[in-house]
């Protein structure tokens, strides 16, 4: 019996733990019940939070956990030294130097050396065989949250942390650590303190977004991958160019759901724990531009990197000319971001062009600011190409290889075969009722997602519980027999 629990409760590389698994949901009903126990003793509290979340690091990457501790500590104590020398500019540059090279260090270590090396490789015409570094769970998301700290200290825009408990906490918290969202620390200092309070409208809040995040991962999004998506991406040969087109759209659907999915479980776990995060995704293919799109996708990267290298780049401050260089050069960053690979890289070069091409059309072609609204068929028009571009984009993005985008888009407008539409959609019928019911609930007004919660929030924690069982259920009725793990965690 010990040794099975142990085992349970051990770090399994092809399990790693995510909040859809039944270990996580029995976990956090312990977790729960002692958090509410020190609802009145903050720094117990805080200490048993922070423990938690090393253990739910290590079930996700085992024990590079250390790694996340060396980001705390050393982060934590150059903010502390910068703030203490702050009229010393000049050191103040020195310490977020070393910052920089601490965190950005280990991130290029274990999630680059096989890129650029391999590059070298190739140059040299020399054969490369890739290293054998393993990628921590989430490194790209908590050493950019710990590097953000370390900026704004050093810019003035933040205290720091009073302790290192507070620290370790704000970094480590476990909803947001492995796949985000980025959450700043002038959003998340204040409430690590604050008196304990959960109220029903947080709760039934919490209890939506947990619900619709686990809706989103574990039934939209891993059945429609399993059973028609990765098919196609697969062995695209095998298959029509209506066929490619339909997985195309398909995976659009499956990265949103998985995404959005995740951080719509994280929100509402810190809700149901008395903490705020900001919203991440807002209906990103309902976007009327290339530029609303990225308002709306991925809020907390696209924050970051606009704050953090596309302002530090000069922005827009420096001219029309280099304001769309910045804009390239930042998402050619973020497209490396997603990944140590060309195709990323194209990717965020795909975007970044696009950004700069609409900055350029929509100012100096129409002559309309960043307040201008379209309406009617012209925003429907937008919203048209914007999401067939995005989903262009997603070919490259999801394909390991430029042969791969390349023939599926051969497929796509060479062997077509729309007389095989009927067929295409009866043979995968649950799979394209499940797209059809991810996209037509993605263009829901948020007014009716309000309305929801507005109910939930009349209700007793029994409707809450009947709620989570019945989703948990439908779960159980489609997954498949092994954990999907999430997207972003290769980030």
């Not at 104590?77 to 910052?99: D, E, F, P, Q």
């Not at 970094?171 to 002038?186: D, E, K, T």
């Not at 095998?238 to 339909?246: A, H």
């Not at 490259?396 to 599926?408: C, E, G, I, K, V």
């Amino acid at each position: 019996m010990i040794e099975k629990l142990t085992n349970v409760l051990t770090y399994h590389p092809q399990e790693p733990m995510i909040f859809s698994s039944a270990l996580f949901l029995l976990l956090f009903l312990g977790f729960t019940f002692i958090y509410m126990c020190l609802q009145r003793k903050c720094t117990a509290r805080l200490l048993f939070v922070t423990a938690f979340s090393y253990y739910f690091y290590y079930k996700s990457s085992g024990f590079y956990f250390f790694l996340l501790a060396l980001v705390t500590l050393s982060d934590y104590l150059i903010a502390a030294m910068i703030y203490r020398h702050r009229t010393r500019r000049g050191l103040g540059k020195w310490l977020v130097a070393l910052s920089l090279t601490i965190d950005l260090g280990l991130l290029a270590y274990f999630k680059y050396t096989n890129f650029f090396a391999g590059m070298v490789a190739q140059l040299l015409n020399n054969n490369f065989q890739p290293w054998d570094i393993f990628l921590p769970v989430g490194i790209s998301f908590f050493t950019f949250q710990s590097l953000s700290y370390t900026i704004d200290v050093y810019r003035g825009d933040l205290k720091p942390l009073s302790s290192i408990l507070d620290y370790a906490f704000y970094v480590s918290f476990f909803p947001q650590l492995v796949a985000g969202p980025i959450v700043r620390a002038s959003d998340f200092a204040p409430q690590i303190r604050r008196p304990l309070t959960i109220t029903n409208e947080m709760f039934a809040r919490g209890v939506y977004f947990i619900l619709i995040g686990l809706f989103k991962k574990a039934v939209i999004s891993d059945y429609i991958s399993l059973n028609f998506v990765d098919r196609i991406f697969d062995n695209p040969q095998l298959y029509s160019g209506l066929e490619n087109l339909l997985g195309l759209y398909g995976y659009a659907l499956q990265i949103y759901c998985d995404f959005s999915g995740y951080s719509d479980m994280a929100i509402g776990i810190a809700l149901l724990l008395g903490f705020h995060f900001p919203l991440n995704f807002n209906a990103p293919y309902s976007a009327v531009s290339i530029t609303d799109f990225w308002r709306r996708w991925h809020i907390s990267l696209s924050t970051w990197i606009r704050d953090y290298i596309y302002i530090s780049l000069g922005g827009n401050r420096k001219g029309k000319v280099r304001q769309y260089v910045n804009l390239l050069i930042t998402m050619l960053l973020g497209g490396l971001w997603h990944g140590a690979s060309l195709h990323f890289v194209a990717w965020g070069g795909m975007h970044g062009l696009a950004l700069a091409v609409h900055k350029f059309f929509r100012t100096t072609i129409l002559g309309r600011d960043s307040s201008y609204r379209s309406r009617g068929l012209r925003r429907g028009l937008g919203v048209f190409l914007t999401f067939n571009f995005v989903c262009f984009t997603w070919l490259f993005f999801r394909n390991t290889s430029f042969d791969a985008s390349l023939l599926m888009l051969n497929r796509i407008f060479t062997d077509f075969h729309p007389e095989l539409f009927l067929q295409v959609i009866m043979g995968y019928r649950y799979v394209f009722a499940l797209i059809l019911l991810g996209y037509v609930t993605h263009f829901i007004p948020n007014s009716w997602q309000e309305g929801v919660v507005s109910i939930l929030g009349r209700t007793n924690v029994v409707v809450h519980a009947l709620c989570i069982v019945a989703v948990i259920y439908i779960v159980i009725q489609v997954k498949s027999s092994t954990i999907q793990p999430f997207i972003y965690f290769q980030f």
